[in-house]
């Protein structure tokens, strides 16, 4: 028998807005505003500025270790705007900041969490999100299955969940992607690809060209964007979001983007990285880009630059302030947010706030009695 073609695909790669600030109009038709631009720039330079001061707080003694966002803003935001909030849920990663404040997440608490407050990961009521997931690859589980509760109670609600390239080596990626698109579950995964996982680059860690492609494998829709393009992110996420709460399932986007800074503060990316690649890199900084097409248009100046610097820096450090201005927990809370109802043992911790049977009761090495 001749031997016939079983499968063929093809994945696109969608940009709208390059990195000189040049758009396509066809292809920005009905997607984002003159005003909402605008609007997401002064935001992106709020940012910006935090995971600057974020950085400068660690290197002081003040704050434990921290992930930079620098570099993917854009990706966040763009997902963050196409997303409903109040009815869609965001399941991040760790560089997904934007897309959680906008959505309703109070900025300190990004700065609580690296602090080691575990008030930072308490969500408040009404903030459809979870807290920050730092094991690689688990929350893209987590979000399928919300999806698929979604489904099963027919609410019209889509599960958003973010990770890096990194992640899609894990075995947690590949359970979720076949579940998700097995039971057709509103999900959206948004892979980060900013070309390191740490210290190994993308084309180490995978042989196939793209991450976008390995949605083909499980028979769902994947599309590579720029992942610096705000017009590019929003155009694919909103499109993908909106077929899966109609019912169409899950999709894969892959942004195309790069992790301008370290992997973290404790890690120093001089040991494994060109400079030049990073040089490369830094001239497609979304927000140079957003500055230089809003510019063009005649939107914005060096005074309006000046101005929301400004008010950036002025925000920043009312955040800073909250975080570290807020009201240490009391030591009880160990033991009243933990079991319903307490065990003896702990009972007696938390009367005597000690831990050794000594401590707890004195007279049983005499010496109540010794006085």
Known sequence: MPTRTAYTAKIEYLSVLDEHGNIDAAL????????????????????????????????SGRMGTYPQN??????????????????????????????????????????????GDERGNKIPDGVNQLPLCIPIGTQMLHATGMAWAFKMRKEPKVAITFFGDGA?????????????????????FI????????????????????????????GMPGVQVDGNDL????????????????????????????????????????????PKEVEAWMGKDPIIRLRKYLTAKGLWNDEQQAAAQTRAEAIVAQVVKDAEGIEKPPVSDIFDWTYATLPP?????KRTMRTSSLGQNPEQAGLASAH
């Not at 505003?33 to 609007?39: A, F």
């Not at 993917?72 to 959680?100: M, S």
């Not at 894990?170 to 959206?188: I, L, R, Y």
């Not at 043992?345 to 911790?349: A, D, G, I, M």
Request: glycine residues 4%; proline residues 3%.
């Open 231 to 274: 017009f590019a992110v929003f155009k694919a996420a909103r499109e993908a979001i909106e077929r899966a709460r109609a019912g169409g399932g899950p999709t894969l986007i892959e942004c195309v983007t790069y992790r301008l800074a370290d992997h973290t503060t404790a890690d120093d990316a001089r040991r494994y990285r060109d």
């Open 168 to 188: 899609t080596s894990e075995g947690d990626f590949h359970e979720a992607m076949n579940f998700a698109s097995a039971f057709q579950t509103p999900t959206v």
């Open 28 to 59: 920005a038709k009905d997607t984002l505003t003159d005003e909402q631009v605008l609007d997401y720039y002064q935001f992106m330079l709020v940012c910006r500025h935090m995971d600057e001061i974020a950085f400068k707080l660690q290197r």
């Open 70 to 115: 620098k570099g993917q803003e854009a990706a966040a935001i763009g997902v963050a705007a196409a997303a409903k909030k109040g009815v869609d849920w965001l399941v991040p990663c760790y560089r997904e900041n934007a897309a959680l404040w906008m959505h309703g997440l109070p900025m300190h608490y990004i700065l609580l969490h690296w602090m």
């Open 191 to 218: 892979c980060q690809n900013n070309q390191w996982a740490i210290s190994v680059p993308r084309e180490q860690q995978m042989n196939s060209e793209t991450v976008a492609q390995k949605a083909i494998a499980y």
């Open 345 to 349: 043992e702990l009972e007696r911790q």
